[in-house]
């Protein structure tokens, strides 16, 4: 079978970039895949000579380019070790690693872009860090993945302990998003808008994913148009339906709180079932037993009148001596024996 197609050279990627040694939070790039990986710290006053690149744990020349990186990567920057006393720069090694790294970053070190990370939150998948692309999903949370991938994740039970709230597709909502015009063209990050207003699906906009359809709108389309239908299918939907899509903390407070709601009545009522399920059959062999106990008794009340002892003498003939008639069948009384001298016979039950 053959393997992934590898990306354009126009095509945007999503790098990580790793400063654990400089001591700066991650940086989260949206790059050309042309890009060489040495330019990706361009904005670090870095002396080529005192630092290597590694992905996965293996170094990574300066010229390699972006597009071999493997989908979603993590490139971590290391620093060479020093060594001194040896007419190379550093005086005897005495000086800490801090007085070194100050050194070179004496300047205020940059912090992380929030319109980049806001862009790559509304283009990339929340899981692999690949180009949004149909068919997408969303969570309960309003995160967007590409449904592939989130899949892929789900059968090999690799999902980061970060999405725990999803537990299989049936948490998930597909989403319907509206592509722009010249979304395709080479270079361009952002792919989707709303469909009613036209504004870009790029992170500055608010935009809510209705639970019933999936279509995605933007606020202000929802609030200039008064409805209960949506504007694309004009599927009736209510208040509870509109999901913000990457909102504020306290919307993603409310989505949670909202989504163990749901959840606890879906359990509820599966409870409840399973136990009406269980006192129905206990009802069940409760009336068995006394169904059973009622032909019991009934048996034994009526057996005297089923299995009712014969008596020859009830059926004598016409004309007939029932007492003779009934000696036929019988054995002689016992008070019929008589003990002689010549013959003695022993009524049943003397010997």
């Known amino acids: 079978m053959a393997g992934p197609a590898a990306p354009s050279s126009g095509a945007a990627r999503a790098v990580i970039l790793r400063l654990d040694d400089l001591s700066l939070p991650p940086r989260y790039l949206t790059v050309p895949s042309h890009l060489r990986v040495s330019d990706l710290l361009a904005s670090l006053p870095l002396p080529s000579s005192s630092y290597y690149l590694t992905s996965g744990g293996r170094p990574l020349p300066p010229t390699s380019r972006v597009a071999a990186l493997p989908p979603s990567a993590s ?30 970053l004496a300047k205020k070190p940059d912090k992380v872009d929030p319109n980049e990370t806001r862009l790559s939150r509304f283009t990339c998948c929340a899981l692999s860090g690949e180009p949004l692309a149909a068919p997408a999903v969303a969570d309960r949370l309003g995160n967007l993945y590409n449904k592939e991938a989130l899949v892929e994740a789900l059968l090999h039970k690799r999902l980061p302990k970060a999405l725990s709230h999803i537990r299989g597709l049936r ?23 709303c469909p009613v207003t036209g504004l870009e699906f790029n992170g500055k906009y608010q935009f809510l994913a209705l639970r019933g359809c999936g279509h995605v709108l933007s606020v202000k389309a929802l609030k200039e148009v008064k409805t209960s239908a949506c504007l694309v299918c004009h599927k009736e939907f209510e208040e509870a339906d509109k999901m913000p899509i990457n909102g504020t903390e306290e919307e993603v407070a409310v989505l949670r709180k909202r989504m163990e709601e749901e959840r606890g009545k879906v359990k509820e009522k599966k409870d409840k079932k399973v136990g009406n399920g269980l006192s129905g059959s206990k009802h069940a062999a409760t009336a068995m037993a006394a169904a059973g106990a009622e032909k019991l008794e ?16 009830d059926h004598a003939p016409a004309h007939a001596n029932k007492e003779v008639y009934a000696s036929i069948f019988t054995s002689s009384r016992k008070s019929d024996f008589q003990e002689t ?3 003695r016979s022993l009524p049943l039950g003397r010997n």
């Open 298 to 313: 009934n048996g034994k009340k009526g057996e005297a009148a089923v299995a009712k002892r014969f008596k020859a003498a």
């Open 341 to 343: 001298y010549s013959c």
């Open 171 to 193: 948490d998930m909502i597909p989403i319907h998003l509206h592509p722009r015009p010249d979304g395709d063209a080479a270079g361009e990050e952002v792919r989707f808008q």
């Open 75 to 104: 490139v971590q920057l290391r620093l060479r070790a020093l060594r001194g006393g040896g007419g190379d720069g550093g005086a005897t090694g005495a000086e800490s690693r801090d007085c070194y790294l100050s050194m070179y």
